[in-house]
């Protein structure tokens, strides 16, 4: 029987949405005012869900205090309070949509887990908009 369980966590983070090989008349057109060239900020609200088989010894599908340990690792400790753009290895190179971002933390946690337990991330960037990511 498969079980899923889920963790919140929040993180504030500055971000630019912009490519360095357009020009700022096409990044503006695309992007508006999320390529503010002086960046801007959200209050990230993080959901993670883990599924799998409940563990016939313990009860759990995943000790709770492992996953919060692995998301403020591999999330908070990495993003909170940070400049995406400038500050977060994984975006050097790499637009921080929260699509991006999403798809970034998926992977960081991902390799943290059992391989046989499935991940969902949701992120919500602002309380009306949020992207979930499930791997390929």
Not at 20 to 26: A, I, L, P, V
Not at 65 to 76: G, R, S
Not at 99 to 128: C, D, F, G, W
């Amino acid at each position: 029987m498969n079980v899923t369980v889920s963790r919140s966590a929040h993180f504030n983070a500055a971000h630019r949405l912009h490519r360095k090989d357009w020009s700022f008349k096409k990044n503006n057109e695309i992007f508006g005012k999320c390529n503010n060239p002086n960046f801007h900020g959200h209050n990230y609200e993080l959901v993670v869900s883990v599924t799998g088989e409940i563990d016939k010894e313990t009860g759990y599908v995943i000790d709770m205090k492992i996953l919060k340990d692995i998301i403020k690792n591999e999330v908070e400790d990495a993003f909170d309070h940070k400049n995406l753009n400038l500050e977060v290895p994984e975006f050097k190179d790499l637009n921080p949509t929260a699509e991006n971002i999403a798809v970034v933390i998926y992977h960081k946690m991902k390799s943290k887990l059992n391989p046989n337990l499935k991940l969902e991330i949701q992120l919500y960037e602002t309380p009306r908009n949020f992207v979930t990511y499930k791997g390929n």
